[in-house]
């Protein structure tokens, strides 16, 4: 036991857990903490804006798989992480919030900068801590740290008043915590498991529907093994992208509002649909009544809570899905044969549907559209480098025209849908894995937003790509008033946008405009090599519209393919 | 489902009255954890009441609702996914004591109207509590059917004020919540 300030208790606790980057912003009532920082060994980057902290931390968890950590002063600075995460609550990405707060003595009296941070984040975090005394910080830390990492991850607040930062007061580290009310692994139930196999291996037509719990396990591997074992197709969610290689033979790619004809279609003809780490999204499955009807649904989760909250389901697994997946893979009899005639069946209908959408979906005329900007973007990106993109047309293009190839290296703003998440995320990916490109797909509107984290990106030398897909336009709501609100234009032209290239060139980064599919060629090169943040500034038609389409409240049946 | 030893279920589902009897960490800030996730998920709370438990670091919380299976089925996941709630029993009328306290006061000018109410609180088990010359305030503990009943018994002669406790209940019999 050693004397220290809790300050200097929580720098050390976050030292424990490994942290590597710290994203945040100080201000008075963390400026006891940011002095400890001085004597600390994490790293930390200086954000422009709270909000981009907790992106930065979420990006940076999506890729490493373990919490980022994000720092901001009371009221106004906490506030401002909220959105950050709510979207990583949305997305159970795990980051730890750590807000200074007013002194206990100033706690509701309206003080400078107070706000009840743990009242406004209570609904989009797994748990929040205050303590009330210094020597709670180290243990504090640590429940929050497992908190956050285990069962469905999630973020954790932890907020500081500060007069408990500055006491001085004897401090116990403990190794092992245990937390009461609180028991997230659960030893997935055989019984179970052996009804799933028994259906998968009796069904014709069976499909897996792999979700964000599949990257959040990562039970690559597992999935793939699975597929390949019995010959099932694999459809992803869109939390799910890049859960399952999207170039190998069993891939479709994204089901959903804005997934892949030939997905959707196929969902539609199976026989049994296993879902794993899945949450049957309003957005991925359409009309929940239409999904799935009376046929198998299986439904592997880590979360007990999402079993039957959509959508019930005919046997239900609760566990890691990675664990899960495993034990389902050993109950498959060695001498198991698919029935090849069915299967071959079943394969050959998989041919005929892609290759009918393939011929049917005609892209844009124009030299450079959103389609064949991202399918150079794949061509020239290595199959490791990173993709996140921002929210829109541009979330929605990366989602149909990018194919993942490395599982794991995919992520975007999937579940609150939060404009100018891309960028930071793309960051604190890139200090996650440094030594890979990091992209990130980025509409005008989405970008405006968290542009100021180009100062980051080039000053803290996390340098990625902003492929910027520029319509001068809130594309996808401009897309619904043109379908569902006979044109009417409203607040959708981003009238005045800045030279993106000059914005870019003005923080140091580097900036390419291109008006042909070379030029496009070439930025890629130069940027890919280069290692410097770069603005690709890629002008499309603001006509451009995003196919195929599901309309909010229909089923996949009424999928609309082109205009 | 380990907090959830003593589930019961109903098959059908149609609405009824659940009792949740619900054990938590005994902390500020963790009543207001759980009315706010009712609030957000949009389930319904009719009583709430909170007391502290045999431990002193634990309360135990008895929260009715009225709702279908289903939807008793999530609102029961989703407060066990709250780290601050330690275990759930879900009570029905036939597994449960449970016991309500209300406080109604009434018009009572005419002494014979005093002397009734007086007659109806005995036939009721209630307690005269306080009695001038305008008013009558009884005391009933029972079920909420039960007092309800003796709030329609009574509403002829005007009730000024009532104050109702919500249901605090244990289950029946050796069930113990082993913590």
Redesign the interface.
Known sequence: MSEMSGAAALMAALEKEKVEYIFGLPGGANLPIYDALVDSKIRHILVRHEQSAAHMADGYARIKRKAGVCFATSGPGATNLVTGIATAYADSSPIIAVTGQVALPMIGKDAFQETDI??VT??CT??AFQPRIASEIPEMVKKSFY?AESGRPGPVLIDIPKDVQQQVTKMDFPEYIK?????PI?DADLSEINKACEMILKAEKPMIMAGGGVILSGAFSELQTLAELLSIPVVTTFKGKGAFPENHPLALGPIGMHGHAEANKMVQEADCILAIGARFSDRTVGRFDEFGKDINVIHFDV???E???NKSVNAAVIGDVKSSLRTLIKLIPKNFRTNEEISKLWLSRKREIVNYYEESIKDYSREITAKKALKKLREILPADGIVTTEVGQCQMWASLHFDVISPGTFFSSTGLGTMGFGFPASIGAKAARTDVPVVDIAGDGSFNMTENSLAVSVLEELPVIVFLLNNQMLGMVAQWQRTFYNRRYSGVHQKNCPDYCKLAESYGAQAHRVSSMDELDKALKVAVKSNIATVIDIPIDPDEDVYPFVAPGTGLKDMIIGA | ???NKNTIFDEDNENKMYILSVI??NKP?VL??IT??FR?RNFNIESITVGITEKPDLSRMTITTVSDV?TL??LV??L???????QINVLNKENAVYRELALIKMNAKDPTTRIEIANFATIYRGNIMDISNETITVEIIGTPDKIDAFKNLVSNYGIIQVARTGVSALPRGAVNDDL
Do not use: H
């Not at chain 1, 937390?179 to 028991?183: A, E, L």
């Not at chain 2, 066990?80 to 330690?86: N, S, V």
């Open positions: 743990i009242g209570n609904p797994k748990y908190i937390v009461r009310g609180y028991n659960v979360d007990p809570a079993i039957g909250k | 489902m380990q907090k938590v960490e800030g207001f954890r706010n996730l957000s289903k089925e999530q996941k989703q066990q996914k709250l780290i601050d709630i330690i």
